[in-house]
């Protein structure tokens, strides 16, 4: 089943222009291994794994731009031969490489798709020297981020008391501890830091805004409401499904089906992938500087103890939604490098078992925000707000990394 998106009532996609696509995405060498680095982040588990991906995404531009030069490097010059070697070989080892050192207990495995890999590529010298310096920048990149904060130990939260404060919500981890509280400490990928595109904050308790987003909220994401219709329901759970593996996938296939070669998909993906861990950083870094209440205890506090959400609340502070601050990065970075072009796209979700068309990039933005207030776990300002974050903070990514060498290439 799909759903259709129609975005001609917004401005972003009247300025687009029309982009005839082929109706199969054809895979590529950089989106198969994006493929894979998804997978590996899931069956690990645990923390957010954007950074794990951004590092794997880093290697591969790094990898294959170090033979064609056209952009400037995100960190690494490999020293390897350049010359004859092969683009492709260069990336497949740059992944591989890099994601065995990120998760090593998953060597099997990673070593077959690897195998599989240089299997579908010539056996010559171009393959070898690509293997090696794909190597050569994997083994860099992994040591640049070594002490980047994401293993550090969860910094504990102390929950406040009184009314806009965030408490624990049912269900919490058995710890007791919200997730991500490391995040704020993590060095982001590009922007200089955490607290540059900070959020303006929450609205007050008493202010027109916050009533009208609770009220919404309150009829809308209610486990029981009497107004969501089938169809709002199912946009609620669509995005429930785990952040990593929803956007690994939807991302991945995304940049295949654009067809763009092994450089400019290896700097799409980069530039993605970028976005999206500085906004998840960013993100996090709002939510503990301002630890607003999630609607569940708003609304059971002042206006009805039995009310229940829809969907269950993520175990961290609402303000700002980081599905908001995720589809703001995704949607600014989509519109810089496809600027120009009108972008039909599709996700799906695991689930719902049901794919969505959107028509323009704030397509996405505008469902995410509905889904959230369907859900029962977010006021709409909050999405709003994440939004404009994530869009910041991409602005900043894409006008500070992988630049084309000769500033008036894209």
């Known amino acids: 089943m799909r759903i259709q998106k129609k975005g001609f009532g917004l401005l972003s996609c009247w300025l687009s222009i029309l982009l005839v696509l082929p109706g199969v995405a054809a895979a590529d060498i950089v989106t198969d291994w994006s493929l894979i680095t998804t997978q590996s982040i899931v069956t690990k588990g645990g923390r957010t794994g954007f950074v794990e991906f951004s ?26 031969p350049r010359h004859g070697a092969s683009p492709e070989a260069a990336a ?48 860099a990149m992994v040591a640049l981020r070594a002490n980047d904060g994401r293993a550090a ?78 169809a709002q329901s199912e946009i609620g759970r669509f995005h429930t499904e785990a952040p990593n593996q929803f956007w690994g996938r939807n991302l991945s296939n995304f940049v295949a089906s654009r067809n763009l070669g092994t450089l400019k998909s290896a700097r799409l993906m980069a530039l993605l992938a970028f976005a999206q861990t500085d906004a998840s950083i960013s993100c996090f870094d709002s939510k503990y500087t301002y630890s607003f209440w999630r609607p569940s205890t708003a609304i059971q506090t002042t206006v009805d103890p039995a009310w229940l959400p829809y969907v269950n609340t993520p175990p961290h502070p609402e303000y700002p939604a980081a ?20 972008l039909n796209f599709s996700f799906n979700s695991t ?27 977010h006021f709409r300002g909050s999405v709003l707000h994440g939004a404009a974050l994530g869009r910041a903070v991409a602005h900043w990514v894409v006008r500070h990394s992988l630049q084309p060498r000769d500033k008036g290439g894209h």
């Open 351 to 377: 689930v719902t078992g049901i794919t969505h068309d959107y028509g323009c990039p704030e397509d996405l933005v505008d469902e995410i925000a509905d889904a959230r207030v369907y859900g029962g776990m």
């Open 92 to 139: 497949v080892a740059a992944a591989h490489r890099a994601l065995v050192a990120l998760f090593p207990e998953q060597a099997v495995t990673l070593d077959a798709a690897y195998a599989t890999s240089l299997a579908a590529l010539p056996n010559d010298i171009a393959r070898a020297k690509g293997i090696a310096l794909g190597e050569e920048v994997a083994v």
């Open 55 to 80: 590092i794997v995404h880093a290697s591969m531009f790094d990898a294959v731009n170090a033979i064609e030069r056209r952009y400037v490097p995100y960190k690494i010059e490999p020293s390897s």
């Open 323 to 342: 599905h908001g601050c995720a589809a703001g990065s995704v949607a600014e970075t989509m519109d810089y490098f496809f600027r120009g072009q009108r």
């Open 153 to 230: 130990p969860a910094a504990v939260y102390v929950f406040g008391v009184g009314p806009g404060v965030y408490q624990q919500t049912t269900p919490f981890p058995p710890t007791g501890q919200p997730v991500n509280t490391h995040l704020p400490a993590v060095t982001p990928m590009v922007i200089p830091s955490p607290s540059q595109f900070r959020a303006y904050g929450p609205p007050g308790l008493t202010s027109a805004r916050y009533t009208r987003d609770l009220e919404e909220v309150r009829q809308y994401g209610s486990l029981n409401s009497t107004v969501r219709t089938d």
